[in-house]
């Protein structure tokens, strides 16, 4: 009887038995090596386009589906008109290099501009002939009615002068902007039909 009290204490205190009553503590999870390859994939796939075709490509997509809108669009114009009408001058020149894209949003930006003067132009003008009709005694010919319109623009309202010039040098940027896309797309069709005939001729 004495031997089993005095082994109790011998067996509670067995390494054992202590280790069965002690909660074990949850393992930390390690990331496999695939995992992690997968995740420095990804990392690198949302740092965005990192050679220089890969940045072209995602400032035309830009431009082409309105992600540019914000330079050109003021708050009271419409993003979707202006991207439909950056569209078709991406469909009229095909661009294929960042100068000629670069050339080509200034190209853009000085029609859209250019075309967001002439509609204040009209808007003036319309209101001035209110005016006019407004002040003026029935009948009166049109030709008289506008007549007074335009007068009181350029006398009243210097600023309408300053929004026709305004449209006259936008026009001009945009006709100086087109010669220059042009000349370079034209220099390069030469060396393509030049390399096409000889192709050694780049070579020395």
Excluded at 52 to 63: D, T, V
Excluded at 117 to 140: F, M, S, V, W
Excluded at 141 to 153: E, G
């Amino acid at each position: 009887m004495n031997n089993d009290q005095n082994q109790e204490p011998t067996i509670a205190n067995e390494p054992s038995t202590v280790a069965s009553h002690v909660e074990s503590k949850p393992r930390k999870k390690t990331m496999s090596e695939a995992a992690l390859a997968a995740n420095r994939a990804n990392a690198k796939k949302c740092t965005g386009p990192k050679t220089r075709e890969g940045k072209f490509k995602a400032s035309l997509n830009a431009l082409k589906h309105g992600s540019y809108s914000h330079k050109f669009v003021v708050k009271t114009e419409d993003a979707a008109v202006f991207e439909n009408f950056s569209k078709s001058f991406i469909d009229e020149f095909q661009p294929a290099t960042p100068s000629e894209l670069e050339l080509l949003q200034q190209l853009i930006s000085a029609a859209w501009r250019r075309h967001r003067i002439a509609e204040l132009i009209q808007l003036r003008i319309d209101k001035a002939i209110d005016h006019a009709l407004a002040a003026t005694p029935a009948p009166t010919p049109a030709a008289d009615i506008t007549l007074k319109a335009f007068d009181s623009l350029e006398h009243e309202k210097s600023s309408f002068t300053r929004l026709v010039a305004h449209e006259f040098r936008l026009a001009a940027l945009f006709q100086r902007t087109l010669g220059r896309l042009q000349s370079i797309r034209d220099k390069k069709i030469r060396n393509e039909t030049k390399f096409a005939r000889d192709p050694f001729a780049f070579a020395a």
